[in-house]
């Protein structure tokens, strides 16, 4: 009698929104949240419960085709080399370009950059990933002189203030958001939500700032001049720590310098800007996290620079381990 050897669940991780969640798939192919998974702890949103059902087999393409025919690997790879080779030798390497996946690895993009830039000749590739990330990683490099995130889920746990900018949490990263509303509920974090639509995020806001579309700078920068004025900044941080910041208040003064003028260019009423940069200021604990609705704005760059920065100025900034974003 043969005995069908014992196949174990696999650990690995949800693809779809970025929190990261840890999945369990079973030899049957069901999943589950990976309780010791430190992003999860077990939770799944409904896109992660589903996994099993829309990763399976059934409608995908197994194999290539040619002109909606079965073809052998070595037709369909003959096919595109000769087709590459023809337009770069009529046309040049700049004629060919390539769409990657967002859902590629490190060493998949890797390959596909050597073939189109060292092979090809070109720099013609481009991913989703880019398209979606480019302006929140150069501001990044603006803001902390590389592209790195200087703070972890569990800030979000230990903070009494977190800010979402142009983020819907509740609908696009559940689960994280599930963190935040269990945080709200054990100690009482006060959450600030700044989008210009009212969203299922708003219902967990203890202040919502309905800015007008494309203000979100001059919120930022009427925020830097207020931690100024208000003497809410680390000095001898910012000394030893920063380049450029006396430039970068001058500059927010002449575009933002009044609550009352941030209140007239963001049409929200003064006493809720005024609140929110009292609240910033007296609350050191404080989490700022952004997404899509930011750093794909067409003014990304500085809505992701100005968001971080104004963070990386305040006094929360004095433990440099463990900087808060």
């Excluded at 390959?111 to 070109?122: P, S």
């Excluded at 940069?277 to 003014?299: C, K």
Aim: net charge negative; proline share 4%.
């Amino acid at each position: 009698m043969t005995v069908a050897p014992r196949i174990d669940p696999v650990r690995t991780t949800c693809p779809y929104c970025g929190v990261g969640c840890g999945v369990v798939v079973d030899p049957t192919g069901a999943v589950t949240g990976d309780k010791t998974h430190p992003a999860n702890a077990g939770r799944l949103c409904s896109k992660g419960a589903a996994l099993g059902e829309t990763l399976d087999l059934g409608g995908r393409l197994l194999h290539p085709e040619i002109d909606g025919r079965r073809a052998s690997w070595n037709q369909a790879l003959d096919l595109i080399a000769e087709t590459f080779t023809k337009t770069i030798a009529e046309h040049g390497p700049e004629s060919v370009a390539l769409y990657a996946s967002g859902q590629f690895l490190t060493e998949d993009y890797y390959v596909a950059n050597k073939l189109m830039k060292g092979f090809v000749g070109a720099a013609n590739i481009d991913t989703n990933s880019r398209l979606c990330m480019a302006s929140s990683v150069a501001g990044h490099v603006r803001a902390f002189g590389e592209d790195v995130v200087p703070g972890c889920y569990e800030d979000i746990e230990e903070a009494d203030l977190v800010i979402l900018v142009g983020s819907n949490a509740a609908w696009c990263h559940p689960v994280l958001f599930q963190r935040l509303a269990a945080a709200r509920e054990a100690h009482g974090t006060r959450v600030v939500v700044i989008d210009p639509r009212r969203t299922a995020t708003c219902d967990l806001a203890d202040l919502h700032l309905a800015l007008k579309p494309g203000t979100d700078v001059a919120l930022f920068n009427g925020l830097l001049v207020h931690l100024a004025e208000r003497g809410a900044v680390d000095s001898s941080w910012i000394a030893h720590h920063t380049a450029g910041f006396e430039a970068a208040l001058d500059a927010a003064r002449l575009s933002a310098p009044s609550v009352a003028e941030v209140a007239a260019i963001t049409d929200l009423p003064s006493d809720d800007v005024q609140t929110f940069y009292d609240w910033f200021a007296a609350t050191e604990r404080t989490v700022t996290l952004y997404s899509q609705g930011v750093n794909q704005s067409s003014a990304g760059q500085a809505s992701g620079w100005l968001t971080m920065s104004s963070s990386v100025f305040s006094p929360a900034s004095t433990d440099e381990s463990r900087m808060r974003l």
